[in-house]
């Protein structure tokens, strides 16, 4: 794009920019004065140069016309000369056949001489390629001679077998016969030549590096030769005939297209590959022992820098070959390594390998451009997923072959659960669980990055909630048909359940070591994922507990079951209610024996708060009291309570959950007038309960209805005036299901 112009108003402009400027005028004159002489000076010269450079051009243009010109006339003049000799020479074609007639007795003279002497030389050559090929490695001292005779007898053959194309067939198939030999022994040196490359490095090890500069001139003599060849056909299939026939040698020489060059450099990468494989093949079981093995790469390449480049041709820039053919083949063997599915730990020491790798390569000052395609295709972080994948995929498979063999022994229940060391019934899953989730957290600490811990720990939290979920339906699914089919289900579901619990404070003890054992080791970042999801597992662990002692309190309920519904009922009178004392004391003495000592405190409190809520709606819900009779038999059955959870518990724990008994035992024994005084004390501590309360006016038989409602119209006063309430935390009174008088009827029938 030209530059703008601008007018000499707008140059002035750009000197005389204030008044003050006036006075430099004179300087400024004077510089731009100087500038105006310096372009010209530089203009002058620059237009000078042109002109001469115009000036010699012509000159050589004139000149090159006239020489152009005189070698068209000597050309002119050497075609007259040069004429066809037989209108020149009279007896030219005599002179043509005579010649002809003399070079073919020489040819043929030598053809006998070669084809006599051929064998001779076969034996000698042979002999020389036994004696080189014996060792491959050198130090080949008859390679360069071999090759020299063996080119020149091919040359031989290739011409002879030219010149018979135009012969009968029996002739064509006796020189193929005659040349069988030589045929064979060119192709034995060409495996050869080709063993040579495919051990260039032991060669150099050897001590043999003059080999390598044999074969590579060997090499180099057959490219030059497979040009020659290329080059003839290029002429053919352009058609130039004439040139074709003007070189009847080159028409003889018909050549078979070696590519010893690519022969040989696809020689050094399958050995390359096939030194990988070896290696592979070798530790195929052993993936860290495969890596340990690899530092060849470095020691190989290190001496191919040193002593074989310096045995190549630039051209072949055979460093940078080297460099990407072992790059190759690792990557090929390391994709076939992760294809393998190997142990987790072996992806890890993988991962750690590769950045090693990285490192020594930039160390021994190789250019990255030469390390394609990058190992993994540069995915090599997803060695650390894969890892991790693998991690979750042995825990889910041994999770679940686990359960399905603990799942099948607990539903079977042939044999009684294995006791631990501390005479408690636990089941083998559970320690192998455990171990199994300890090796695969340890194998996540290994890989030294807290996400991948705070993925396996995650994982760990889904199987043991998952395991968690299974158990606890399994266990309802059990004391389902135990409660309903008890005769088609084995034995042994107590045994089993207490098994399962023990289990559960096990493995919560666990966690919570785990938790803390890990913590420290991670980042801030990580650790609050690992604490809620081991917390979450552990708590999952808690409930399952609590869950399992329930079921143990249902199994002892359903075997009452019976006596319950004789509570209240005329039988009661005679003293049922210590059958119900005594089985539970039954069970008791087996959940204590081989119950985890925490849980069996858990249980005891649940047990005797369901054994007061069972206790107290039997009595809300019974349509009859005979008084005193009554109070006098619940009054007993209060003590056989006392004394039997008394066994178990101190009295000071006890007396405030039994406290409930005795206060309804007082409102069941108060007269019309005082009864309010007695409900006072209970509904203080439990609220008003008014249904409650009512039901048991009207089963005691020592009150019509009148007095009923007479005691009921007291405490509802009483009640108002107070302003009794629900109690902020419910106490057991919230469990009481009163019926309907239709529902006690169905349940007494």
Same mark, same amino acid.
């Given at each position: 794009?030209?530059?703008?112009?601008?007018?000499?108003?707008?140059?002035?402009?750009?000197?005389?920019?204030?008044?003050?400027?006036?006075?430099? &005028?004179?300087?400024?004159?004077?510089?731009?004065?100087?500038?105006?002489?310096?372009?010209?000076?530089?203009?002058?010269?620059?237009?000078? +140069?042109?002109?001469?450079?115009?000036?010699?051009?012509?000159?050589?243009?004139?000149?090159?016309?006239?020489?152009?010109?005189?070698?068209?006339?000597? %050309?002119?003049?050497?075609?007259?000369?040069?004429?066809?000799?037989?209108?020149?020479?009279?007896?030219?074609?005599?002179?043509?056949?005579?010649?002809?007639?003399?070079?073919?007795?020489?040819?043929?003279?030598?053809?006998?001489?070669?084809?006599?002497?051929?064998?001779?030389?076969?034996?000698?050559?042979?002999?020389?390629?036994?004696?080189?090929?014996?060792?491959?490695?050198?130090?080949?001292?008859?390679?360069?001679? @071999?090759?020299?005779?063996?080119?020149?007898?091919?040359?031989?053959?290739?011409?002879?077998?030219?010149?018979?194309?135009?012969?009968?067939?029996?002739?064509?198939?006796?020189?193929?016969?005659?040349?069988?030999?030589?045929?064979?022994? #060119?192709?034995?040196?060409?495996? !050869?030549?080709?063993?040579?490359?495919?051990?260039?490095?032991?060669?150099?090890?050897?001590?043999?590096?003059?080999?390598?500069?044999?074969?590579?001139?060997?090499?180099?003599?057959?490219?030059?030769?497979?040009?020659?060849?290329?080059?003839?056909?290029?002429?053919?299939?352009?058609?130039?005939?004439?040139?074709?026939?003007?070189?009847?040698? %080159?028409?003889?020489?018909?050549?078979?297209?070696?590519?010893?060059?690519?022969?040989? %450099?696809?020689?050094?990468?399958?050995?390359?590959?096939?030194?990988?494989?070896?290696?592979?093949?070798?530790?195929?079981?052993?993936?860290?022992?495969?890596?340990?093995?690899?530092?060849?790469?470095?020691?190989?390449?290190?001496?191919?820098?040193?002593?074989?480049?310096?045995?190549?041709?630039?051209?072949?820039?055979?460093?940078?070959?080297?460099?990407?053919?072992?790059?190759?083949?690792?990557?090929?063997?390391?994709?076939?390594?992760?294809?393998?599915?190997?142990?987790?730990?072996?992806?890890?020491?993988?991962?750690?390998? #590769?950045?090693?790798? *990285?490192?020594?390569?930039?160390?021994?000052?190789?250019?990255?451009?030469?390390?394609?395609?990058?190992?993994?295709?540069?995915?090599?972080?997803?060695?650390?997923?894969?890892?991790?994948?693998?991690?979750?995929?042995?825990?889910?498979?041994?999770?679940?072959?686990?359960?399905?063999?603990?799942?099948?022994?607990?539903?079977?229940?042939?044999?009684?659960? +294995?006791?631990?060391?501390?005479?408690?019934?636990?089941?083998?899953?559970?320690?192998?669980?455990?171990?199994?989730?300890?090796?695969?957290?340890?194998?996540?600490?290994?890989?030294?990055?807290?996400?991948?811990?705070?993925?396996?720990?995650?994982?760990?939290?889904?199987?043991?909630?998952?395991?968690?979920?299974?158990?606890? *339906?399994?266990?309802?699914?059990?004391?389902?048909?135990?409660?309903?089919?008890?005769?088609?289900?084995?034995?042994?579901?107590?045994?089993?359940?207490?098994?399962?619990?023990?289990?559960? @404070?096990?493995?919560?003890?666990?966690?919570?070591?785990?938790?803390?054992?890990?913590?420290?080791?991670?980042?801030?970042?990580?650790?609050?994922?690992?604490?809620?999801?081991?917390?979450?597992?552990?708590?999952?662990?808690?409930?399952?507990?609590?869950?399992?002692?329930?079921?143990?309190?249902?199994?002892?309920?359903?075997?009452?079951?019976?006596?319950? *519904?004789?509570?209240?009922?005329?039988?009661?009178?005679?003293?049922?209610?210590?059958?119900?004392?005594?089985?539970?004391?039954?069970?008791?003495?087996?959940?204590?024996?081989?119950?985890?000592?925490?849980?069996?405190?858990?249980?005891?409190?649940?047990?005797?708060?369901?054994?007061?809520?069972?206790?107290?709606?039997?009595?809300?819900?019974?349509?009859?009291?005979?008084?005193?009779?009554?109070?006098?038999?619940?009054?007993?059955?209060?003590?056989?309570?006392?004394?039997?959870?008394?066994? !178990?518990?101190?009295?000071?724990?006890?007396?405030?959950?039994?406290?409930?008994?005795?206060?309804?035992?007082?409102?069941?024994?108060?007269?019309?007038?005082?009864?309010?005084?007695?409900?006072?004390?209970?509904?203080?501590?439990?609220?008003?309960?008014?249904?409650? &309360?009512?039901?048991?006016?009207?089963?005691?038989?020592?009150?019509?209805?009148?007095?009923?409602?007479?005691? %009921?119209?007291?405490?509802?006063?009483?009640?108002?005036?107070?302003?009794?309430?629900?109690?902020?935390?419910?106490?057991?009174?919230?469990?009481? &299901?009163?019926?309907?008088?239709?529902?006690?009827?169905?349940?007494?029938?």
């Amino acid at each position: 794009m030209a530059a703008p112009t601008i007018s000499a108003a707008q140059a002035v402009g750009e000197y005389l920019q204030s008044p003050d400027d006036l006075a430099k &005028v004179a300087a400024f004159r004077k510089k731009l004065e100087k500038e105006k002489a310096s372009i010209d000076a530089r203009l002058r010269s620059g237009v000078k +140069e042109q002109l001469d450079a115009t000036r010699d051009g012509l000159r050589k243009l004139f000149s090159t016309r006239g020489n152009v010109q005189t070698i068209k006339d000597e %050309m002119e003049t050497v075609d007259r000369m040069c004429g066809d000799p037989q209108y020149v020479v009279t007896t030219f074609d005599q002179i043509s056949r005579v010649s002809m007639v003399h070079r073919n007795f020489e040819q043929t003279e030598e053809m006998v001489n070669n084809l006599l002497e051929m064998n001779s030389k076969l034996e000698m050559l042979e002999r020389m390629l036994v004696e080189d090929s014996d060792d491959i490695l050198g130090p080949a001292p008859n390679l360069l001679r @071999i090759h020299f005779q063996l080119n020149r007898l091919e040359a031989f053959r290739n011409q002879t077998m030219h010149q018979a194309k135009k012969s009968s067939a029996d002739t064509r198939l006796t020189l193929t016969r005659w040349f069988e030999r030589l045929t064979t022994l #060119i192709e034995a040196f060409d495996q !050869y030549v080709l063993g040579l490359a495919r051990n260039i490095l032991p060669i150099v090890r050897a001590g043999n590096p003059d080999v390598i500069v044999r074969l590579m001139k060997v090499v180099e003599m057959e490219a030059r030769e497979d040009e020659k060849a290329i080059a003839i056909k290029l002429v053919k299939k352009a058609g130039k005939m004439d040139a074709a026939s003007k070189f009847r040698s %080159m028409q003889a020489n018909a050549r078979v297209i070696k590519h010893y060059r690519s022969k040989v %450099m696809k020689c050094i990468t399958d050995s390359i590959q096939a030194k990988f494989d070896e290696v592979y093949t070798e530790n195929e079981r052993d993936p860290a022992g495969f890596l340990d093995e690899l530092v060849f790469i470095y020691k190989d390449l290190i001496r191919i820098e040193s002593d074989v480049v310096p045995c190549f041709p630039p051209s072949y820039d055979i460093w940078q070959t080297f460099v990407r053919e072992y790059h190759k083949a690792l990557n090929n063997t390391i994709n076939k390594l992760v294809k393998s599915e190997p142990e987790a730990s072996a992806l890890l020491t993988l991962h750690a390998w #590769i950045k090693e790798y *990285k490192k020594s390569m930039r160390e021994l000052g190789i250019a990255p451009e030469w390390l394609e395609p990058p190992l993994l295709e540069g995915k090599e972080q997803n060695l650390i997923e894969d890892y991790l994948q693998l991690i979750i995929k042995k825990l889910d498979e041994w999770s679940e072959n686990l359960m399905k063999t603990e799942v099948a022994a607990f539903t079977a229940r042939e044999e009684p659960p +294995e006791l631990s060391s501390e005479g408690l019934y636990t089941t083998s899953g559970t320690v192998i669980f455990l171990d199994m989730v300890n090796q695969q957290i340890d194998l996540a600490l290994d890989s030294g990055q807290g996400l991948v811990l705070a993925r396996a720990i995650e994982e760990v939290n889904r199987v043991m909630r998952s395991i968690q979920d299974r158990w606890v *339906k399994l266990v309802d699914t059990e004391f389902k048909k135990h409660t309903e089919k008890p005769e088609e289900v084995p034995g042994g579901l107590v045994e089993y359940c207490i098994a399962l619990a023990n289990d559960q @404070i096990k493995s919560a003890d666990f966690t919570e070591g785990l938790s803390a054992r890990i913590e420290p080791l991670v980042s801030e970042k990580y650790q609050v994922t690992i604490h809620e999801r081991l917390n979450d597992a552990l708590d999952g662990y808690l409930d399952v507990a609590k869950k399992y002692t329930q079921t143990l309190i249902n199994i002892i309920f359903h075997d009452l079951k019976p006596a319950v *519904k004789q509570l209240f009922q005329p039988a009661w009178y005679d003293g049922t209610h210590a059958q119900i004392v005594e089985t539970m004391r039954d069970y008791l003495s087996d959940y204590q024996a081989y119950l985890n000592e925490s849980l069996f405190e858990l249980l005891l409190e649940d047990l005797l708060d369901t054994y007061l809520v069972t206790y107290l709606t039997a009595l809300a819900n019974t349509s009859k009291l005979n008084m005193p009779a009554a109070a006098e038999r619940i009054r007993q059955d209060i003590d056989e309570a006392y004394k039997f959870f008394g066994t !178990y518990k101190k009295m000071k724990e006890l007396e405030p959950q039994m406290e409930v008994l005795d206060q309804v035992l007082s409102i069941l024994e108060a007269s019309k007038s005082l009864a309010f005084l007695s409900y006072y004390s209970f509904a203080k501590v439990h609220g008003p309960c008014i249904q409650f &309360v009512e039901a048991l006016m009207k089963a005691r038989n020592d009150l019509d209805r009148s007095g009923v409602s007479e005691v %009921m119209d007291s405490i509802k006063r009483k009640v108002k005036d107070d302003g009794l309430t629900d109690p902020p935390e419910p106490t057991i009174m919230k469990k009481i &299901v009163i019926q309907g008088a239709l529902s006690r009827f169905l349940v007494r029938t």
